[in-house]
C-alpha cells in the first residue's frame, strides 16, 4: 500500500512531526523494515542525489539511509529489533523530517514524500572465506555475522601471519588491496591469498671495502623473487668474488628468493704494476693480464722482445733473472725494469778462401758488448802457413782475442811455404 505525506515548511528548518492526535494510527514495523521513498519537490521528482534517513523512536542517528537514483527514488531497509515494535519513525530528506503516519493529510508548501511499505520477506546470504594457504594469514569481517542481509556491504581486511604477506583475492573478490569490500546479492566464497616472504642478509668483507646495490631493495622478498645483486668496490680494492648463498667473481649476480638468505661481496686490495724499458725503445714487455690494476694475490707473466740490434739482457726492480719471461705476484705496487743491451756481430773471411779455418771461442751469432771472442787461424792444406790478421784484428799470431764494442769483420791470411811454392813452381812442371 501507499502512504502520500504532504509536508510544511516550520521556520528556516522544516521539521515534520506525527500529529498527537492519531495514536492510533502508529505502526508495527515488520523485520525487517523497507521503505521505497518518493521525492518531490514543488510536485517534481527530485532525481539523484538526494540524501533519505529514517530515525527511530525520535533518536537523533539514522538507523538506516540511501540517496535517490535518477527517478527520485530510495530504498531504505534496515533490521527492526523486538524493542522497536510501537516505536514512532521519521524520515529525513535533505534537512526536512516526516514520520510515516497513514492517511494523515499535513499540507506544506513546496515539498512531498510518498512512503511505499513492502512486506516481503527479508532475504539472507552467507559469506565464506578461506586464507590460502591455510595458516599463512587471517581474514577479518565487519560486520562478522552468519548470514547477510540482501546487498549489505561486508568489509574483509586480510592479515598476514609472520613470514608472508598478502597477494591477492580470488573468486568473489578480487584485487590486491588487503581491504576490499562484498556486496551481499547472493551467497559469496572469496580466498585471500598469501605468499611466502624470505629475507636478504648481505655482507662486504673487510667491512669497508666496498657496497652492493640490491635491486630490488626490499625488507622481505615474495617467493621466488629474482634479485639482482652488484658489488661496487672502494678505492684501493677490487672485487673478488661472492660467497654464502651466490658464487662467482663476476661483481653481478641474481639470486632467487626461495629461503632466507645470506650473501657476502669479497674484496681484496688492488695494486699498481709499473714496466719500464732501459734503454727506452730498444724493447718491448708485455703483461698477462693486462691490466691496469690487479687484485691482491694475481701472478702476471711479463714477457721481454727485443728490438733489432738488442737483446734482452736482465730484469731489475720487483723482478729478476736474465730470462726474457717472468712471473710477478702482486702482492703489493710494484715497478720492473726489463734491461736491454746491444749485441754485435763478429765476420770471419778466410783468404786464400778454401786454405784454412778460424775457430772462435765462444761461437755466437752474436755478441754482448764487452765479449772476448778468441779466434784460432789453422791452415788446412799442405803448404799453407798461417800470415797474418786483418780488418778488426791485426798480428802473424794465429791465435788472437778481439773484444766486441761494435759489429766487427776480420779476415785471416794463409800463405804457402817457400818449399811449396819451388814444388808447384818448378818440380811439378817436370
Same mark, same amino acid.
Given at each position: 500500500?501507499?502512504?502520500?505525506?504532504?509536508?510544511?515548511?516550520?521556520?528556516?528548518?522544516?521539521?515534520?512531526?506525527?500529529?498527537?492526535?492519531?495514536?492510533?494510527?502508529?505502526?508495527?514495523?515488520?523485520?525487517?523494515?523497507?521503505?521505497?521513498?518518493?521525492?518531490?519537490?514543488?510536485?517534481?521528482?527530485?532525481?539523484?542525489?538526494?540524501?533519505?534517513?529514517?530515525?527511530?523512536?525520535?533518536?537523533?542517528?539514522?538507523?538506516?539511509?540511501?540517496?535517490?537514483?535518477?527517478?527520485?527514488?530510495?530504498?531504505?531497509?534496515?533490521?527492526?529489533?523486538?524493542?522497536?515494535?510501537?516505536?514512532?519513525?521519521?524520515?529525513?530528506?535533505?534537512?526536512?523530517?516526516?514520520?510515516?503516519?497513514?492517511?494523515?493529510?499535513?499540507?506544506?508548501?513546496?515539498?512531498?514524500?510518498?512512503?511505499?511499505?513492502?512486506?516481503?520477506?527479508?532475504?539472507?546470504?552467507?559469506?565464506?572465506?578461506?586464507?590460502?594457504?591455510?595458516?599463512?594469514?587471517?581474514?577479518?569481517?565487519?560486520?562478522?555475522?552468519?548470514?547477510?542481509?540482501?546487498?549489505?556491504? /561486508? #568489509?574483509? $581486511?586480510?592479515? %598476514?601471519? @609472520? !613470514?608472508?604477506?598478502? =597477494? &591477492?583475492? *580470488?573468486?568473489? +573478490?578480487?584485487?590486491?588491496?588487503?581491504?576490499?569490500?562484498?556486496?551481499?546479492?547472493?551467497?559469496?566464497?572469496?580466498?585471500?591469498?598469501?605468499?611466502?616472504?624470505?629475507?636478504?642478509?648481505?655482507?662486504?668483507?673487510?667491512?669497508?671495502?666496498?657496497?652492493?646495490?640490491?635491486?630490488?631493495?626490499?625488507?622481505?622478498?615474495?617467493?621466488?623473487?629474482? /634479485? #639482482?645483486? $652488484?658489488?661496487? %668496490?672502494? @678505492? !684501493?680494492?677490487?672485487? =673478488? &668474488?661472492? *660467497?654464502?648463498? +651466490?658464487?662467482?667473481?663476476?661483481?653481478?649476480?641474481?639470486?632467487?628468493?626461495?629461503?632466507?638468505?645470506?650473501?657476502?661481496?669479497?674484496?681484496?686490495?688492488?695494486?699498481?704494476?709499473?714496466?719500464?724499458?732501459?734503454?727506452?725503445?730498444?724493447?718491448?714487455?708485455?703483461?698477462?693480464?693486462?691490466?691496469?690494476?690487479?687484485?691482491?694475490?694475481?701472478? /702476471? #707473466?711479463?714477457?721481454?722482445?727485443?728490438?733489432? !740490434?738488442?737483446?734482452? =739482457? &736482465?730484469? *731489475?726492480?720487483? +723482478?729478476?733473472?736474465?730470462?726474457?719471461?717472468?712471473?710477478?705476484?702482486?702482492?703489493?705496487?710494484?715497478?720492473?725494469?726489463?734491461?736491454?743491451?746491444?749485441?754485435?756481430?763478429?765476420?770471419?773471411?778466410?783468404?786464400?778462401?778454401?786454405?784454412?779455418?778460424?775457430?772462435?771461442?765462444?761461437?755466437?751469432?752474436?755478441?754482448?758488448?764487452?765479449?772476448? /771472442? #778468441?779466434?784460432?787461424?789453422?791452415?788446412?792444406?799442405?803448404?799453407?802457413?798461417?800470415?797474418?790478421?786483418?780488418? +778488426?784484428?791485426?798480428?802473424?799470431?794465429?791465435?788472437?782475442?778481439?773484444?766486441?764494442?761494435?759489429?766487427?769483420?776480420?779476415?785471416?791470411?794463409?800463405?804457402?811455404?817457400?818449399?811449396?811454392?819451388?814444388?808447384?813452381?818448378?818440380?811439378?812442371?817436370?
Amino acid at each position: 500500500m501507499s502512504r502520500l505525506w504532504k509536508l510544511t515548511a516550520v521556520l528556516a528548518v522544516m521539521i515534520l512531526t506525527l500529529l498527537a492526535a492519531v495514536p492510533a494510527l502508529a505502526t508495527v514495523l515488520p523485520t525487517p523494515a523497507i521503505y521505497l521513498c518518493t521525492v518531490y519537490e514543488e510536485g517534481n521528482l527530485v532525481g539523484a542525489g538526494k540524501t533519505v534517513e529514517a530515525f527511530m523512536g525520535g533518536g537523533s542517528t539514522a538507523v538506516a539511509s540511501a540517496t535517490t537514483d535518477g527517478a527520485g527514488k530510495a530504498l531504505i531497509s534496515f533490521s527492526v529489533q523486538d524493542t522497536d515494535l510501537g516505536k514512532e519513525l521519521t524520515f529525513k530528506v535533505d534537512g526536512f523530517d516526516a514520520d510515516e503516519t497513514p492517511d494523515v493529510d499535513i499540507s506544506i508548501e513546496g515539498l512531498s514524500v510518498t512512503l511505499d511499505y513492502s512486506p516481503a520477506a527479508a532475504v539472507y546470504y552467507t559469506l565464506t572465506v578461506t586464507p590460502n594457504p591455510a595458516g599463512a594469514g587471517t581474514v577479518a569481517k565487519d560486520p562478522d555475522l552468519a548470514e547477510y542481509l540482501e546487498n549489505e556491504v /561486508v #568489509t574483509l $581486511t586480510a592479515s %598476514p601471519n @609472520a !613470514g608472508y604477506i598478502f =597477494k &591477492n583475492w *580470488s573468486e568473489d +573478490a578480487s584485487g590486491t588491496n588487503p581491504t576490499v569490500q562484498v556486496t551481499m546479492d547472493g551467497n559469496k566464497t572469496v580466498t585471500a591469498n598469501f605468499e611466502q616472504v624470505f629475507t636478504l642478509d648481505i655482507f662486504v668483507n673487510p667491512s669497508g671495502a666496498g657496497t652492493i646495490t640490491v635491486n630490488p631493495t626490499l625488507a622481505e622478498y615474495p617467493e621466488d623473487t629474482v /634479485v #639482482t645483486l $652488484t658489488a661496487n %668496490p672502494n @678505492a !684501493g680494492y677490487g672485487f =673478488k &668474488n661472492w *660467497s654464502g648463498d +651466490a658464487s662467482g667473481s663476476n661483481p653481478t649476480v641474481q639470486i632467487t628468493m626461495d629461503a632466507d638468505k645470506s650473501v657476502t661481496a669479497n674484496f681484496v686490495p688492488v695494486y699498481t704494476l709499473a714496466v719500464t724499458i732501459s734503454p727506452s725503445g730498444k724493447g718491448t714487455v708485455a703483461k698477462n693480464p693486462d691490466l691496469a690494476e690487479y687484485l691482491e694475490g694475481t701472478s /702476471v #707473466t711479463l714477457y721481454a722482445t727485443a728490438i733489432s !740490434g738488442y737483446r734482452f =739482457k &736482465n730484469w *731489475s726492480g720487483d +723482478a729478476s733473472g736474465t730470462n726474457p719471461t717472468v712471473q710477478v705476484t702482486m702482492n703489493a705496487n710494484k715497478s720492473v725494469t726489463a734491461n736491454f743491451e746491444p749485441v754485435y756481430t763478429l765476420t770471419i773471411t778466410v783468404s786464400p778462401s778454401g786454405k784454412g779455418t778460424v775457430t772462435k771461442n765462444p761461437n755466437l751469432a752474436e755478441y754482448a758488448p764487452g765479449t772476448e /771472442v #778468441t779466434l784460432t787461424a789453422t791452415p788446412t792444406v799442405a803448404g799453407w802457413r798461417f800470415s797474418h790478421w786483418s780488418g +778488426a784484428a791485426s798480428g802473424t799470431n794465429p791465435t788472437i782475442t778481439v773484444t766486441m764494442d761494435a759489429n766487427k769483420s776480420v779476415t785471416a791470411y794463409f800463405e804457402q811455404t817457400f818449399a811449396a811454392w819451388l814444388y808447384d813452381k818448378f818440380v811439378k812442371c817436370l
